[in-house]
């Protein structure tokens, strides 16, 4: 088994057409500063380490960068963690954090997982399971099916989130791991979802060698 790094994640990811928060690769700060360019402020910075998959009890996570001398100060940081191969700039994604999941069972094959993220993941441990195929209307009906979902639908004049495109990605998920058997474990943890869409902030997938 081998994780990949977030790099290598979203980049998977991606490939297999889920959108990922529009991100750039710095290993230097001369890639940072055009990363900058790209994602624009307020920015964020992880750590693309072979190591550290959690990346953010690593101190491998800055969020609300506002300024360049900001960002190369946290890249300075990011580079003394164990395993440090490079930088990943993304831009800040606003809305409501959602989990996608996916494992192979060796009984069962490919699940997938939908759940509420952030605090709510570890106060309500709100989550739908269910065998893949998944298609984008049952990933809907799972969605609607947690007890996060008013928050979702928007509560006290807020928006509520685009439940077509987070389904989209979830079906998406489960049609990565129809076609790549190597793949035993995703954790899209959180995807951001919001009335424009949903966007994966943080991949980690585990590969059968
Ligand atoms: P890890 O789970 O490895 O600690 P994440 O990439 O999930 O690292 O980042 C930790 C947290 O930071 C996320 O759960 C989310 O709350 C926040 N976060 C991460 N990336 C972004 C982003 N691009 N925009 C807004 N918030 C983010
Ligand atoms: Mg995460």
Redesign the pocket.
């Known amino acids: 088994m081998r994780t990949l790094t977030?790099e290598e994640s979203l980049k998977t990811a991606r490939r297999n057409g889920i959108r990922t928060?529009k991100?750039r690769e710095a290993r230097n700060e001369k890639e940072l500063r055009l990363a900058l360019q790209a994602t624009g402020f307020p920015a964020?910075i992880?750590v693309n380490s072979e190591k550290?998959?959690?990346?953010?009890?690593a101190g491998?996570?800055a969020?609300g960068l506002a300024t360049i001398k900001q960002a190369i100060a946290a890249f300075r940081r990011m580079k003394r963690i164990p395993g440090f191969r490079s930088a990943i700039v993304?831009?800040?994604?606003?809305g409501h954090?959602i989990i996608l999941g996916a494992k192979r069972d060796v009984q069962f094959g490919p699940v997938l997982l939908i759940g509420m993220?952030?605090i709510y993941a570890e106060v309500l441990e709100d989550t739908a399971i269910a065998l893949c195929p998944v298609s984008k209307g049952r990933a809907l009906r799972m969605l609607k099916s947690l007890r996060g979902a008013k928050i979702l639908s928007g509560i006290r004049g807020q928006e509520g989130i685009d439940f077509a495109a987070a389904a989209e990605q979830a079906a998406r998920l489960s049609r990565m791991m129809a076609k790549h058997s190597e793949i035993t474990e995703v954790d899209l943890?959180?995807v951001?979802a919001s009335h424009k869409g949903a966007v994966a902030?943080?991949a980690?997938i585990v590969e059968e060698e």
């Open positions: 977030l928060a991100w964020v992880k550290a998959s959690h990346k953010s009890d491998g996570v969020l993304q831009e800040t994604a606003k954090e993220g952030g943890n959180p951001m902030v943080d980690r």
